[in-house]
């Protein structure tokens, strides 16, 4: 079977206030053609289909389109998790229906996992099993369970219920989104947890034939081949303009033997970052790349420059960013060379603020109360509608 691995889609995603909804088009127009040239058994979506939990409706009028196209023009079935941006609700509500055109949504994790059954090209059944994202608390009351106090444990107890429902004859897929140890962490994801309780040991996947897993941006495999990020579909933040995105193709054999290959989709706009001085810049001839990119600007003029966005965009068309070098120094230097503001996370932030005022740092409670705050007030900020 040939399956195509993919997550962290974020439909609805504002990257620098600009809707990204016709590059997110335009890359899973890529998709649908990659699936159809590949004559592709099954398209695996590791959860983040949405930015937020209450999406925009042109991202909504999107997935739906995509899917369309790839369970009913090209009758390739779809298996698709909520990761932790989605709404769990919002997608369970689309699976009943869905589920009739070969499109397997869950989520929520509910008291008993259920298989989406996928026969393969060689006649070999393959089991998905989609485990939906779901804090600690959620899941304790979902599975029953009082003793589930951190994502690990979580995904554990998941785990535990699907051995128990296993088809030794055929091939076991699971899908999940989570933090797997290991992995190489991307700035435009959002930790799932902080002080560890996130953090989900790759050992606890061992005998699947494969794990898809979404969250983490940047595509690698954790603790064995068979462990999988496809890594996000396009860029989301200039961090991470270096990077490489790409779609993960794994042909899965009748005796469990495992193949896997990238396969790159071109973006609508690339991200470039560009740093120099004002004239500089302005002198540089534009290059075809720079011309079409989505940039960001880091100027090293040491002496303040009067109107330089409405400059630069004269070269750099498609600007969204500008930074000044010299004014990050100095932030850096007020801090004593420990990092820049951008570097520091909410929890770092509020600790540093604290310890300044009250001359103590937080303790190990308090910090878990932080925590959950700002978790708090990143979940309802995805869910006002912009």
Known sequence: MRLIHTADWHLGRLFHNLHLTADQRFILDGL????AELQADALIVAGDVFD????????????DDVVARVALELEVPVVMIAGNHDSPARLQYFSGLARRAGVHVVGQVGGQPIPARITGRDGVDVEFWPLAYTDPETGRAELGRDDLHSHEAVVAAQLELVRQ????????????????AGGAESESERALSVGGSGVVSAGIFAGFDYVALGHLHRPQSVGGERVRYAGSLLKYSFEEAEH????????????????????????RRNLRRVQGSLAELLASPLTLEDGDAYVEVVLT????????MDKLR???PHLLSLRRLQTERLVLEGQGGVGGLEAQSPEELFGAFFEEVTGEQLSEPQEKEVAAAIDEVERLRREVVR
């Open 32 to 35: 649908v053609e990659l699936i």
């Open 52 to 63: 937020r939990a209450v999406p925009p409706t042109e991202a909504v009028e999107l997935l």
């Open 165 to 180: 429902r296993l088809d030794e004859g055929a091939r076991q897929v699971v899908l999940a989104h989570a933090f797997v």
């Open 244 to 267: 490489q995105k790409s779609v993960s193709v794994i042909d899965l054999g009748r005796d469990g033997a495992l193949s896997m290959g990238e396969h790159y989709l071109a973006p």
């Open 301 to 308: 003029d040491e002496d303040p420059v009067l109107d330089p």
């Open 314 to 316: 004269k070269v750099f």
